[in-house]
């Protein structure tokens, strides 16, 4: 995402963003409440029915899942998450305490005993990333409870889902599964960001709901009439998972248009298409930085691997999106473009500086990203005068600016 497009946003949430104290107002004192019922002392003497949900009283699970919903819903995954939990499981109807996850042991109380001991640990050990890592509570219950009691240096988003949507429509890196990394990634972009820096975990938490909304994936084709199915695109899979290929092509003459059929077209809604190509782009550059960095780093350049700058974030009149490096340290200037198709007759659009940057600059290519919403894109790497002198591409001018005056 460009910075431009960056502040833009934040200046709409500058319009809701004093309205958040007095308006979660009473989740702040549920969650001030919450860790003084909860204290670590109070945890460590815990019986078993102060902790698990299912018993119909208010118990820590119950209440970090329910009470305090707002701060963060884990309502979507299943009772194991806790650890232990009273209930059925399957087609097992008989109600009895269970153990959700082997690795706490195999009874109860060995399990128990465990769980109470990697809370404790969690919020004791805040700085201690590794530790955190490897602490065996959930994903998901474990980040409730770091930002419930670290809300200033945890976000209340907990969901790798939603974590990896923020990071796709931020454009940011990332290559681990994590959801602490994750959480991380994001925070650490608000942290050298001048503007967001200065707002609280929590302001920044609810930018990213304002800004961005939920996953697509929320969104059941059904719930969606006919004149919006078409807008709705597919999220993209999480930037760590991606295995790109780069692929070697050469061009085809162009099949003659004489004789077909020329389609009636439907009046463009350039704004709804403006924002698909813009997130579609958005994710070539994103799978084309993780791809040079990971190039240079396998073949013993790390130091270069650091050095790729996806300058058209913050810049976008150089002509070029990327600047990366040969394995020899020449500089490499690289202009992505992407496309959700597969091989073949493809459109893409060069602006009229991108033109010139790539006629005038040794070293300069396209990286033409296929299948770029896919978990397997693949790219085709070509120098770009020999591109744009290619006798088998076709250059059709589609834009002017008109200039004039009136009095």
Not at 69 to 90: D, L, M, Q, T
Not at 122 to 138: G, T, W, Y
Not at 298 to 322: C, E, F, M, Q, T
Request: charge should be positive; include cysteine; charged fraction near 35%.
């Amino acid at each position: 995402m460009q910075i431009n497009e960056l502040r833009e946003y934040q200046v709409d949430f500058e319009k809701v963003r004093s309205t958040i104290p007095s308006k979660f107002k009473e989740l702040f004192k549920k969650r001030d409440q919450f860790t003084k019922d909860y204290s670590v002392k109070a945890i460590s003497s815990f019986k078993l029915d102060d902790y698990v949900i299912g018993k119909g009283k208010p118990s820590f699970c119950n209440r970090i899942e329910n009470e305090l919903n707002e701060w963060g819903n884990i309502h979507g995954s299943p009772a194991k998450k806790f650890g232990i939990y009273y209930g059925v499981e399957g087609e097992d109807k008989k109600e009895k305490y269970r153990i959700g996850k082997a690795q706490f042991g195999a009874s109860i109380d060995v399990a128990f005993k465990k769980i109470k001991d990697s809370i404790i640990e969690l919020i004791e050990n805040e700085n201690d990333f590794a530790r955190l890592k490897n602490n065996p509570i959930s994903p998901m219950f474990k980040g409730k409870i770091l930002s419930i009691y670290h809300p200033d240096k945890f976000l209340n988003t907990f969901s790798a889902k939603y974590l990896d949507y923020f990071i796709n429509m931020l454009g940011l890196e990332n290559n681990s599964k994590s959801a602490l990394d994750k959480q991380n990634i994001l925070l650490e972009f608000k942290k050298e960001d001048s503007v967001m820096k200065e707002w609280s975990v929590f302001e920044f938490n609810a930018f990213l709901y304002s800004s961005f909304g939920t996953p697509n994936i929320d969104l059941k084709e059904g719930d969606l009439s006919k004149d919006l199915r078409r807008f709705k695109l597919e999220d993209f899979p999480p930037i760590e998972t991606v295995k790109f290929e780069f692929i070697e092509l050469k061009t085809d003459q162009l099949p003659t248009k004489e004789g077909k059929n020329i389609k009636k077209r439907e009046k463009t809604d350039y704004s709804a298409q403006s924002k698909k190509y813009k997130r579609i782009g958005d994710r070539g550059e994103q799978i084309v930085v993780l791809a040079e960095r990971q190039i240079l780093t396998k073949n013993g350049r790390p130091d270069l691997a650091k050095k790729v700058d996806h300058i058209s974030k913050r810049d976008d009149s150089v002509g070029y999106d990327i600047n990366s490096y040969d394995l020899d340290g020449k500089a490499k200037f690289i202009e992505v473009k992407s496309t959700l198709k597969d091989i073949g007759i493809r459109d893409i659009y060069i602006s009229k500086n991108e033109l010139s940057t790539a006629k005038s600059i040794e070293n300069y290519y396209f990286y033409i990203v296929y299948n770029v919403g896919d978990k397997k894109p693949k790219i085709w790497k070509v120098n770009g005068c020999d591109f744009l002198n290619d006798t088998n591409i076709e250059k059709i001018p589609i834009l002017y600016k008109i200039n004039f005056k009136t009095k």
